[in-house]
């Protein structure tokens, strides 16, 4: 099972950034964006399910976009109006379709600032 992320980096406020996560060797059912800033928990931003059932944390509503594509095994999140308290290293997360088992990418860094 890998999981690649691609899309972090640097950005000012109010600006925008798109995450992609590619899965392989997996046949993936709930995908998710997790975020962990310094000294915080890591929280769950944004969830899909394979029927493409959403779910985002109150502070992200409106802002974010989680999106996959199954054929591809892939999971983006569009970010705009990004603000400074976004900065974090966002994790993706996959649940295995038949065993329920978790897997997680390395994470890529978020950084908004001016």
């Known amino acids: 099972v890998q999981l690649v992320e691609s899309g972090g980096g640097l950005v000012q406020p109010g600006g925008s950034l798109t995450l992609s996560c590619a899965a392989s060797?997996?046949?993936?059912?709930?995908m998710a964006w997790y975020r962990q800033a310094p000294g915080k928990q890591r929280e769950l931003v944004a969830s899909?399910?394979?029927?493409?059932?959403?779910n985002y944390v109150e502070s992200v509503k409106g802002r974010f976009t989680i999106s996959r594509d199954n054929a591809k095994n892939t999971m983006s999140l569009q970010m705009g109006s990004l603000k400074p308290e976004d900065t974090a290293v966002y994790y993706c997360?996959?649940?295995?379709?038949?065993?329920?088992?978790?897997?997680w990418g390395q994470g890529t860094q978020v950084t908004v600032s001016s």
């Open positions: 997360n996959v649940r295995e379709f038949y065993t329920g088992r978790d897997y």
């Open positions: 060797g997996i046949t993936t059912a709930t």
């Open positions: 899909i399910t394979r029927g493409s059932i959403t």
